[in-house]
């Protein structure tokens, strides 16, 4: 038995905006798995922001994509025949072996899936490493206190929504941005206390503005995915003792050229600000702890998902190209066995 | 009796670099101390880069100084007549009462000074706000292990040179910046294992390239009192989980125009940094801990202290200027009473 997969490649690597021509499908001829191995086929995959910097040829916390080979990321699946003691035809496994239909492995880095009585795909997003993200970054990170306001830039994305849930949980007042009022209304109805739709402030003092207006107490934690004016705007409104939590800066990821940055960070001084940047890798030794609050929290009907979806392989650079331009409500997915 | 006394005033609010019109000399006659009030005549004051954002007519952490009206800051002085329980004539006190060769006070806001055998201006430095700053910003906030490499810049200053010597100390590789090949010179003698004369290096490649060559094993902890073009070359050469320890930025204090920031700030999420700021205050309730270390470095001769010194009340903003130009190395300080 031979299985024909399809696959992601990187093409080429972008300079700038991602374009569909740097990236190709492609078809894998799959053995039948040996002794050892599980054949595994996927049925969702994950598409994230951090993928656009493994696209770049440089030494960075994960090394880079290959041109000419399949890109890679969490994915969901589906054991479909199995010589391996630890995995039976049709347990649900975790891996990062996205981008492609299907795969053999020998185990290693595959987690039998437990889904607790959620959707699979949620492991790839509120439960998965973006709500791990949200969770580490937040809470261990930023330590927001109840009653302290917390601003969520890039608020209705699969990080963002679950950032501003949590704050929520935890009695903060929440203010988020995002790019369209529809995105706006939504996260109204999740719960946060004021949104900003960017795109209706498009320039520096603008923004400025419009996070004052909306925070007029002030800041105390600012959850950052967006940078540039973004967080200019965040730095004029921070409380003296304030957090900037940088889980990522999307609005830069596409630059060919640096843009020149904030112009006020003497405020790290005056207002006694803290910075930190992380990656979700510091959190997996609390994995165990992110279950126990999320579970909790899903049973108690505390946190609402959301989901943007394409379906098949082929359109999974289009996916991908849809996290920069805004064309995501949550959690952006490719759905795989349809 | 009467005392007249000679005391430096914001003549004028400075825009960009201060310059000597900006402030005036003035005479005022003091009374007797009255009931409860004593007669210090200071001895020497300090000046520190602090004062100029003092000099900005806005809200902060410290209130401006007003025009017309006496600056203040640091100064140590002499009771010459006392109707105070808790003040003798000849008594060293501390006080925030600077820029002015006498003062009456009712006790408020005065110290009395055990110099513990050092000389009285240390705790002016070293012993004083400078150190605590320098103490607290690096043990405190940038927690350095032994081995990790410390880079500070600013490094032949008041606050700068203590946080060398700390984090030799504490067993730390030391890589230090200033101006001038007497301070670089300097350094050296007091055991910087590296250093750079900015001045050398006059754009900001050659800066990043000779913060690399300085410490080709990356910055693990950097102690940030410039800014500019500094702190982003310390970006590119920090270390994954670094910590930039934000005290000053001397370079852009007298800017009238906001200069763009760092262009490189996304390596706060690659490398997981955190860049924190602070003002010497949050220390103020570690005091005693700060006097306990540094008087046990002062015996074991682990501390070397420089002064630059300026002569006489009318010389203050002349002292002042100079720290703007580089024309101190070590502490700035007046000595008034010569």
Redesign the interface.
Known sequence: MTTISREIRLASRPTGMPKPENFELAEVTLPAPGQGEVLVQNTWMSVDPYMR?RMIDRK??VPPFQIGQPLDGHAVGKVIASNHDKFAEGDLVLSMMGWREAFISDGKGLQKLDTFGLPPQTFLGAAGMPGLTAWGGLLHIGQPKEGETVFVSGAAGAVGSMVCQIAKIKGCRVVGSAGSDEKCAWLKSIGVDEVINYKDHPDQRALIKAFRAAAPEGIDVYFENV?GDH?VAALEAMN?NGRIV????IS?YNDTE??????????????????????VT?FMSKTADFIKDLSGWFLEGKIQTQETVEHGIENAPTAFLKLFSGGNQGKMLVKLDD
Chains 1, 2 share one sequence.
């Open positions: 910097s960075s916390y940078g967080l003296t940088v889980c990522g800066m830069v640096p843009k020149p940055g904030p112009s006020n960070l003497a405020y790290i001084i005056s207002k006694s600000l803290r910075i930190e940047g992380f990656v510091a």
